[in-house]
């Protein structure tokens, strides 16, 4: 049986693409909002809008910083996470 191999922090990991997912959809919509490196689905519709924008600052952040979403660092796409979170005052 093979072994798995534990992931490094070192270690490269690829971010192609982001999708958002919204489960509090009780109206029976079915919203769907794609971009150049997103998609994001379902969600009531503020629930859908905040996706929006955090995915729009998130691409604005990386622009920022001369980067795309293939290009940046898995923390450095965490770090841009946590500072749109904390600008959306979440």
């Known amino acids: 049986m093979a072994r798995k191999r534990k992931a490094s922090r070192d ?3 690829e971010v192609l693409g982001l999708l958002g997912i919204g489960l ?3 109206e029976g919509h079915r919203r769907l909002t794609t971009g150049d490196n997103f998609v994001l689905v379902g969600g009531s519709e503020e629930t859908h809008e905040r996706m929006i924008d955090s995915a729009i600052h998130v691409n604005e952040a990386l622009a920022r910083r001369g980067k795309t979403l293939e290009s940046a660092s898995l923390p450095e796409i965490i770090e841009i996470f946590h ?3 904390a600008k959306q005052g979440k």
């Open 24 to 26: 509090d959809d009780d």
């Open 11 to 13: 270690q490269k990991v």
């Open 83 to 85: 500072d749109v979170a």
